[in-house]
């Protein structure tokens, strides 16, 4: 089955930088015929919130919160994605997971990790 693990959480002060990894196993990572990958955040007491996606063809969006502070990519050989995110503000501050949809629609994720932005 999918499975997704994200990895490098933690606690970072306002204004400084953190960047996320997200490992894929057993789905389809090739250029253009791949899954779409994206994250998601869910601060305390709030909805889960689209963040940014990458398609299989590398065309990316964004929401306009992070637009400009966050970068997502993917590595196609390590099955990665990747969410680089600088200019950090406490409202950054939330679970963030990672998403992949099937070419069909099918939605996976992962358990989600944890971004605190304090001073």
């Known amino acids: 089955q999918v499975r997704l693990v994200e990895s490098g959480g933690g606690l970072v002060q306002p204004g400084g930088s953190l960047g996320l990894s997200c490992a894929a196993s057993?789905?389809?990572?090739?250029?253009?015929?791949?899954?779409?990958m994206a994250w998601y955040r869910q601060g305390p007491g709030k909805t889960r919130d689209f963040v940014a996606r990458?398609?299989?063809?590398?065309?990316?969006n964004y929401a306009d919160s992070v637009k400009g502070r966050f970068t997502i990519s993917r590595d196609n050989v390590k099955t990665t994605v990747y969410l680089q995110m600088d200019s950090l503000k406490p409202e950054d501050t939330a679970v963030y997971y990672c998403?992949?949809?099937?070419?069909?629609?099918?939605?996976?994720w992962g358990q989600g990790t944890q971004v605190t932005v304090s001073s």
């Open positions: 998403n992949a949809q099937s070419p069909g629609g099918v939605q996976h």
């Open positions: 057993r789905i389809t990572f090739g250029t253009y015929s791949g899954y779409s």
């Open positions: 990458i398609t299989s063809g590398l065309a990316t």
